[in-house]
């Protein structure tokens, strides 16, 4: 049992830092949400808001498959 018990132990500081890296994560996506939803808000025209749409997509955190991986169970 002591031995699971340290192993626990072990992970916590581990676990904080994926906390952390993932508060950031969900702030930048937050960030960019509200950006790309501005953007296309104050869009004039047709073409503004393809711009627009086509920023959000390119620029959205959440795609970013490195970042997804790292909040994957090993």
Known sequence: ?????????DNIPQLVEIV????????????AV???RTAYQ???NINDKIEAYEQMESGNP?????????FQRS
Not at 1 to 9: D, G, T
Not at 20 to 31: A, G, M, N, R, S
Not at 62 to 70: C, P
């Open 34 to 36: 509200t950006e790309a």
């Open 1 to 9: 049992i002591e031995v699971m018990l340290q192993k626990r132990a």
């Open 20 to 31: 952390k890296d993932y508060t950031e994560y969900e702030q930048k996506t937050l960030t």
């Open 42 to 44: 104050k869009a004039n």
């Open 62 to 70: 959440a795609s970013d498959y490195q970042l997804q991986s790292k």
